[in-house]
């Protein structure tokens, strides 16, 4: 058995090498201000469906967390206003606790996506700023 897995492990090595030319800014696309804001009032102002787009078209991090955002501040803004509302009288009945559920759903989505995003945009900036120093003392 331990010779049929080192085979297979040897095929799957030579199909599919490691490439060196990969670095650790091309793994991380963090993206910039613009998708995070893109992203965020696609998914603000379409709510749940804006939110499906916007997540699933952006590849990068700023598109993702801008989506959630979006979405956490667009439950907010459903959340109150069914509560104060006069059309949606009914859905309630009473039951304030459900209402204080979804409103803190949202709030934690939103200061999710925010804080996220600018914990990597940070990072990334600080591996930036590290690279082009071991670079600079490498000349």
């Not at 049929?4 to 993206?31: H, K, M, W, Y």
């Not at 916007?54 to 801008?66: L, V």
Request: charged share 15%.
């Amino acid at each position: 058995a331990a010779p049929a897995a080192e085979t297979s492990q040897r095929i799957q090595e030579e199909e599919c090498p490691p490439r060196d030319d990969f670095s650790d800014a091309d793994q991380l696309r963090v993206g910039n201000d613009g998708i995070f804001m893109l992203a965020f009032f696609m998914a603000f102002i379409f709510n749940w469906l804006g939110f499906c787009l916007s997540f699933c078209i952006t590849n990068t991090i700023a598109g993702r967390y801008g989506a959630i955002c979006g979405f956490g501040l667009s439950l907010i803004k459903w959340i109150l206003i069914v509560r104060f509302s006069d059309y949606f009288t009914g859905y309630f009945n009473g039951q304030y606790w459900l209402w204080w559920i979804f409103l803190v759903l949202g709030l934690l989505l939103f200061f999710r996506g925010f804080v996220n995003y600018l914990k990597v945009r940070n990072m990334s900036e600080s591996m930036a700023a590290a690279h082009r120093a071991r670079y600079f003392f490498l000349l």
